[in-house]
């Protein structure tokens, strides 16, 4: 529980410190993704259940809410998962958050609709959320769908 929390808060203090080289203003953020390596929740979003890799990905977000995020080639790295590595699984979609890092670390400030996520791993979200003006290093991951329910991030700006 002790490094778990010490996992969330040093990757909060990471994503505010990358993030805000990456910000162009209160709520804007142009960064890469990177995929989840397992065991980090970052604020009110479980970690992945397993290793994945990718092999691009990109988060924009404007000032005025329009969120972009594009990833390539998504999908598990994990010997765990047998004939199912490099592949997304049981994964069909999913959905970007936008955390804003408070007081008590990241949470999900918005999130957008489900869209798909492809047999290779790819995914485009395109998308208006609104961010609270008070959203200074946002945050942005995205979250499996995984047997119709939304679960942990499996690719986040800033770690």
Same mark, same amino acid.
């Given at each position: 529980?002790?490094?778990?929390?010490?996992?969330?808060?040093?990757?909060?203090?990471?994503?505010?410190?990358?993030?805000?080289?990456?910000?162009?203003?209160?709520?804007?953020? #142009?960064? *890469?993704?990177?995929?989840?390596?397992?065991?980090?929740?970052?604020? *009110?979003?479980?970690?992945?259940? #397993?290793?994945? !890799?990718?092999?691009? &990905?990109?988060?924009?977000?404007?000032? *005025?809410?329009?969120?972009? @995020?594009?990833? !390539? /080639?998504?999908?598990?790295?994990?010997?765990?998962? /047998?004939?199912?590595?490099?592949?997304?699984?049981?994964? *069909?979609?999913?959905?970007?958050?936008?955390?804003?890092?408070?007081?008590?670390?990241?949470?999900?400030?918005?999130?957008?609709?489900?869209?798909?996520?492809?047999? =290779?791993?790819?995914?485009?979200?395109?998308?208006?959320? =609104?961010?609270? =003006?008070?959203?200074?290093?946002?945050? @942005?991951?995205?979250?499996?769908?995984?047997?119709?329910?939304?679960? /942990?991030?499996?690719?986040?700006? &800033?770690?």
């Amino acid at each position: 529980m002790v490094l778990a929390y010490k996992l969330t808060v040093g990757f909060a203090a990471a994503a505010l410190a990358l993030g805000m080289a990456g910000v162009a203003g209160a709520g804007e953020l #142009k960064a *890469d993704l990177v995929a989840c390596p397992t065991g980090i929740n970052i604020g *009110d979003v479980n970690s992945c259940g #397993k290793i994945w !890799k990718l092999k691009h &990905g990109h988060a924009h977000l404007s000032s *005025d809410g329009k969120l972009m @995020v594009e990833v !390539k /080639g998504l999908v598990l790295n994990d010997a765990s998962t /047998g004939e199912f590595n490099g592949t997304p699984d049981g994964v *069909d979609g999913v959905a970007a958050a936008v955390l804003c890092v408070g007081a008590s670390g990241p949470a999900v400030a918005a999130q957008t609709d489900v869209v798909p996520l492809s047999k =290779s791993g790819d995914a485009k979200v395109h998308a208006k959320v =609104s961010v609270p =003006s008070g959203c200074i290093a946002p945050i @942005v991951v995205l979250r499996e769908r995984y047997q119709g329910k939304i679960g /942990g991030w499996l690719a986040g700006t &800033g770690l």
